[in-house]
C-alpha cells in the first residue's frame, strides 16, 4: 500500500509554493484534482524554459516539474454553478488546498467555516504571502517580495552594490518542507480525534527561520548586518574561486586554521602563505581581499573538478560549482534516482524532480506527467462525483466545466506516459 494512499485533495494551489507541496502528496500515492481554468490559467504555465523556446501553456518545463500525477478538473469558478461543483468535490475529499491572497475563498462561499459546513472533519491548508488576519494580510505578491519583507535582499550581494535577491521565489521553495509535515500531523490528529483544523502557513514566518541568527542579533544586540557577499565571518577563506575554463569556479572553505594549513600544503605552502598576516583566522580576515586575490590565482591554474576532488581529500571543504547539465547528470543524484524522465504529449521528454526523501517502504511513483486544463474533467467527475455524462455534457455547455482541447476524443483519460529515472534508486 502506498504511504498516502486513499488520501484525497481537492486541489486550489498554484504557482510553486502549493503544487510542489502537492506534488509531493500525489507521489506517495495521494489522488490529487487540481483545480484551473483556461480563462485564469496558473502563473507557471507561461513561466520558461518552453520546448524549442516556444512558450505555450502545455510547454513549460517549470509547470510540467511539479504537477505530474495530478488530475486535472477544468472549472470556471466565476460561473454560479461552479460552485455546487466545488461542494460535491468539498464532500469527497479529506482536504482541500489553496494559496490565494486571504478572503478570496471565504467570498466564494468556501472559506473554513463553509468547508465545515459540508463535512466537519475536513482539513483545510493555506498558505498566503503573511497569513490570515492582521493589517497586511490581504497583501497579494510573490515569492521575491517575500524575500524582501524577510530581510534577505538586505543582506543578499556586494557590499559596494545594490541589494540582491536571493535566486527566484525563494519562500516559494522552502514553505513545501514546513507545509507537508503540517499536513501529516493534521491528519493524525484527524485520524485520532475525528477533527478536522485549518492549517494557516505565512510564507514570511516560515522564511524567518532561515535568517534566525542575524534577527537575534538584531533584537539581542542591536547590530544590523552588512551585505558581505560570499564572505562569512568563522571562516577565511570563504567563496567561489576562478578555474581553468569559461566561468568555471570552485567552492573553498576554511573555518580553522586546520583546514587553513590543508590548504596551503596543496597549494605546495608558498613563501606568502607562512607570512604572520595569514597565520590566523582574525589575521585573515583583517587581510581578506589579499587573501583572496592570491588564492584565486592559484585556483586558475586548476581544472574545477579536479581541484575539488585534491582539496577534499586533503580534509579542505570544496566543491565544483555546477551548471545546470552537470546538476542533472550528477552521479548521486542520479544513483538515488533523484531525476524522473517523463514523456508529455507537447513538452516531449523532461525532467522532473523527486523529493528529497526515500521511504523504505514506499519509494513513490510518477504515474502520469502534468496534465493540459481539463484533461481529466470527465474522469473525475464521472469517477469521483458520480455525475452521468449528460449531466457532464451540460455543464461542459454552459461553460461551467472546461475539457482539454487537445484530446477531446477521450478527455477523461490521462495521457499516455512512459517514465524513467536518471539512475538506479533506492528505496
Not at 507545509?179 to 514570511?204: C, E, K, M, N
Not at 550528477?330 to 507537447?346: K, S, T, V, W, Y
Amino acid at each position: 500500500m502506498r504511504a498516502l494512499e486513499g488520501l484525497k485533495v481537492l486541489d486550489f494551489f498554484w504557482v510553486a509554493v502549493g503544487p510542489m507541496t502537492t506534488g509531493c502528496l500525489a507521489e506517495y500515492g495521494a489522488t490529487v484534482v487540481r483545480v484551473e481554468s483556461r480563462r485564469r490559467p496558473d502563473p507557471l504555465r507561461n513561466a520558461p524554459p518552453f520546448r524549442d523556446r516556444r512558450q505555450g501553456p502545455n510547454r513549460s518545463g517549470y509547470y510540467a516539474s511539479y504537477n505530474a500525477n495530478k488530475f486535472a478538473l477544468g472549472l470556471n469558478m466565476a460561473h454560479p454553478k461552479a460552485l455546487d461543483v466545488v461542494r460535491r468535490l468539498v464532500s469527497w475529499a479529506d482536504v482541500v488546498t489553496e494559496n490565494f491572497t486571504p478572503g478570496t475563498m471565504s467570498r466564494w462561499g468556501l472559506g473554513y467555516e463553509d468547508l465545515c459546513r459540508i463535512k466537519p472533519d475536513i482539513i483545510m491548508l493555506s498558505t498566503s504571502m503573511l497569513g490570515h488576519g492582521g493589517p497586511l494580510s490581504k497583501q497579494p505578491g510573490f515569492g521575491p517580495v517575500l524575500s524582501s519583507l524577510s530581510g534577505m535582499t538586505g543582506v543578499t550581494g556586494w557590499p559596494d552594490r545594490t541589494p540582491t535577491n536571493p535566486y527566484g521565489a525563494y519562500t516559494d521553495f522552502i514553505v513545501p518542507r514546513f507545509a507537508v509535515p503540517a499536513l501529516i500531523a493534521a491528519l493524525d490528529y484527524r485520524r485520532r480525534t475525528g477533527r478536522g483544523q485549518h492549517l494557516d502557513i505565512s510564507q514570511l514566518e516560515a522564511a524567518l527561520h532561515f535568517i534566525a541568527p542575524l534577527l537575534l542579533d538584531s533584537a539581542n544586540n542591536g547590530r544590523e548586518p552588512a551585505r558581505a557577499g560570499n564572505r562569512d565571518p568563522a571562516a577565511a577563506p570563504h567563496g567561489a574561486f576562478p578555474c581553468q575554463g569559461q566561468d568555471r569556479w570552485c567552492a573553498i572553505a576554511c573555518t580553522s586554521d586546520a583546514e587553513w594549513q590543508a590548504l596551503c600544503r596543496v597549494m605546495g605552502a608558498p613563501s606568502w602563505t607562512r607570512d604572520e598576516r595569514f597565520a590566523t583566522l582574525l589575521a585573515r580576515k583583517a587581510h581578506e581581499d589579499e587573501l583572496e586575490q592570491r588564492v584565486g590565482e592559484w585556483t586558475r591554474g586548476w581544472d574545477a573538478r579536479a581541484l575539488m576532488h585534491a582539496l577534499q581529500q586533503a580534509g579542505v571543504p570544496a566543491g565544483v560549482v555546477q551548471v545546470n547539465r552537470e546538476v542533472v547528470e550528477d552521479p548521486q543524484l542520479a544513483h538515488r534516482g533523484h531525476f524522473i524522465f517523463m514523456e508529455h504529449p507537447e513538452l516531449g521528454r523532461h525532467a522532473v524532480q523527486r523529493s528529497e526523501f526515500r521511504l523504505s517502504r514506499d519509494p513513490g511513483e510518477h504515474r502520469w506527467p502534468a496534465p493540459n486544463v481539463g484533461h481529466h474533467t470527465v474522469q473525475v467527475c464521472e469517477e469521483f462525483l458520480g455525475m452521468s455524462r449528460d449531466e457532464i455534457d451540460a455543464l461542459v455547455t454552459e461553460d461551467v466545466l472546461e475539457v482539454d482541447r487537445a484530446d477531446e476524443s477521450s478527455p477523461g483519460k490521462p495521457p499516455r506516459a512512459t517514465s524513467e529515472r536518471s539512475g538506479g534508486g533506492d528505496s
